[in-house]
């Protein structure tokens, strides 16, 4: 009797805020395109952005700075931009996965010293802010180096994030070795395959495939992670926005429209991604 009263007062009270809740969804979504869309000026016209005011959005600035916040061009004609950011996102992908499965192979080894170390190196790192790596990459590397070994800015910033990618991998790769049951793993031996037979023909497709919303998760992480090399000096889609606006008085004021292009950019990539990871899923189980 008590559940039944329940029920019929939540009935009662959710239908007006249901309503409520659309109508406001709806005042939002409203005053949104009426500032992007109908007040908006879409043409690379300061005084026309000016005389707009708030009122509406300048979208005008993104055509005016695409080039800048795109290729994050600077006197030096530098790498920078979008290329910049996919160049750290890819690079540090690719070279921290033999890093990540050696760290979780060891972790996972029946030798104490092994298995400690890359425990250690595993939390250390994992326990490190991403910026203070980068830091430490930007400005003591280069210290400790001897002078014939210096690398570029964004070699070392790769670096960095290379290591803080493949700290975080590990975790998952390890995850996905222990679902793989032991007797499959005693079955390839009885067969014959070696240690590099069985973890190639057995063990890495079965873990690979359990954590695969795991490893498109980190994927993206890291993408949106090389933003933050901005703060040690490289252009990249957010350092080449700043770059393109910090210095222009006159379109400095629509910083709002350039980072809402720049967000743009970055959903997209990450909606590509989670759409190849889709795929992946869905072709892995039919398989």
Known sequence: MKRARSSALWGIVSKPASLLMGLLSAWVLYRFLDWAVFQAVFRPDASACQAVGHAGACWGVVVEKARPILLGLDPTD????????????????????????????????????????????????????????????????????????????????????????????????????????????EAAEVLGLGFWGTQWRVVWPQALRAVLPALVSHAIGLLKDTSLVMVIGLHELTGGLSLGLGGDPVWRPFYLEAYLFVAAVYASLCLGLAWVGRRLEARWQRG
Do not use: N
């Open 78 to 185: 530098h790498l920078g931009g979008l290329p910049l950011t996919l160049l750290l996102a890819v690079g540090a992908w690719i070279v921290s996965w033999p890093l990540a499965l050696a760290l979780a192979h060891g972790r996972r080894s029946h030798r104490v010293w092994l298995a400690g170390m890359c425990r250690t190196w595993i939390e250390c790192v994992r326990g490190v802010p991403l910026i203070a790596l980068l830091f430490l990459a930007a400005y003591l590397l280069p210290a400790v180096l001897p002078p014939e070994w210096q690398m570029p800015l964004a070699w070392r910033a790769g670096i960095a994030l290379s290591l803080f990618s493949a700290a975080y991998l590990a975790e998952i790769i390890r995850s996905g070795l222990q679902s793989v049951p032991a007797e499959q793993i």
